[in-house]
DNA sequence: CGAGTCCTTGACCATAATCAAGATATGTGG
DNA sequence: CCACATATCTTGATTATGGTCAAGGACTCG
C-alpha cells in the first residue's frame, strides 16, 4: 500500500522556494487535503468540458494544460510544475474548460472543491495565496500571449526556454551545472508556440547550433543566456518566496 | 466640483448582471474605496513596469490591457469593461508587467493597493469574488492563446467578436436590437489577434459581406450568429450574476 | 477646407505550414 | 541479443497564409 505524504513532511515545504507556513494554516491544510493521487505520464488528469469535484496541487511531476479544437489542432496554454495549482477555475467558475495532462509520473494533493469556497473564511491568508497564484498564472498567460502574437519563431523559443527555465529552477529543480532535466519533446514546444513541429526543429536546431541553448535527450540547458534574454526582451526573474498552498 | 458616486449608489450594482452585495460588504467597500478617476480616451490609466500604489474598478466606459516589445509590435491582452478589476497583478507580485489604456472616456473607481491584503481577512466573501474575477480572465486569456496560436485569420475573428459581444451583453451594454456601440478600430481588433491591420481588414470585409456580422462607423452586431459560432467552436454563455467589487 | 484617423485596395514578398520520407533513439517480447 | 514497433527528430521540396509596402478614399472635427 502506498502511504501518503502527511503535509507537515511535504517534501516541497522544505525546499526554502517556498514560504514557510504557520502552525494553523499547516494543520487546517492537512485537515483540507482529501487525498493523493499518482498519475502516470501521458494521462489526462482532468478533461475538457468535465466538471470534476476535485481541486489538485502538483507535489511532484510534470504537466501541462491544453485545449483543443475540434479537428485534433491543439494549443498547449503553459506547464504545470510541483506547487502549481489544478482546476481553479473548475472551482470558482462551472467546469473545466481545458485539460490538464501529465507529462511525467506525477503525484498530486487532492482537494475537495466543495471546500475551497470555505477556505476563505477559515484562513483569509491561503485566500490571499491562491490569488496570488492566479495573478502569476495569468501573468505568464499574458507573456505566452505576447510571444505567439507578435514574435517570431526564434524569439518565441527563446522566451519559451526561458519561461520554463525559469520556472524550475525557482523551485529547485536545476542540476548543479544549471542543466535542467525536461520532459517536453519539440512537438510540444511547437504547441505551446502555435508553430509546426518542422518549423519548431529547424529553428531550435539554429539556436542550437549557435550555442544559443543546449538540447539533448530531454536534458536542457542554457548556453547564452544573456543573449537569449536580449532575443527574448526578458529581465532574469527576482527571485522570492513563492507561495504554497 | 465633480461628484463621486457613492457605493451604495453604484450604477452597476443595480443592473441585474451583478450580484448584490450583503449590507456589511457594501459597508466595507465603500470605507474602502479611496477615491475616483476620470481618465480621457486614449490615455494610459496604468503603465508596464511602474509600481502603482493603486488598484482600480471600472464604473464605465471600454479600455484595453496590453503589453508591447522595444521595437513597437504590441499585442492587446483583452478588453475591459464596467464590472473588471485593474491591477491585481500590481498588488500580488511586484510592478506591473502590462498596460491599461483607455479606449473611450473611463470613470474608475481607486482603492488603496496596501488595503487589498486586508480584504481577505476582514471580507472573505470579497476575496472569493477576487479569485473569481482573476479565473474568469484566465479563462479569457486561455480563449484567447488557441485562437492566436491555432486559428485561422477568419476564426480569430469570429472568436473575438463573440467574445466582446458576450461580455459586453453579460454587463448589459446592447441596444434593444441586439446592436453594441463598441469603440474598438481595426487596428485593435489586428493587435488583440496577432494579425497585420491589412488582413483583418480583408478577412473583416469577407465576412461582413457573408452576413455574419455588421460593423458599421463603431457599431457592431452580430449577422448570423449560429453560424459565427459554428466557425469560431464557441457555446454561447450561459447567464450568471457577476461578482462584482 | 485642411488635418487627422480610419478604412480600403493592389502588388509583391516572407515566414512558416504542409507533405513526404528517412534517420535515430527507445523500448518490448521472443 | 536480436527483430520489430513506436516515438522522436531531421531534412528536402513545395505551397499558402498572412505580412509588408504603397497609395488612395472616406469620414470627422475644428
Redesign the pocket.
Known sequence: MKKITACSDCPLRQRDAFRPFSEGELAYVSRLKSGEMQVSARTRVVEEGVNSPHVFTVLSGWGLREKSLADGRRQILNFVLPGDLIGLQAAMLDAMDHSVEALTDMTLCVFARADIAQVFHDQPGLGHTVVWHAARNERLLDATLVSVGRC???ERLARAILIICDKAHRIGLAGADGSLSVPI???HLADAL????????????AMVGEGLIRWR??RMQLGDETRLRDIAEMEPAAPSALPLI
Open positions: 517570431t519563431a526564434r519533446t519539440q512537438q502555435g508553430l509546426s513541429l518542422v518549423h519548431t526543429n529547424r529553428t531550435l536546431k535527450a530531454g
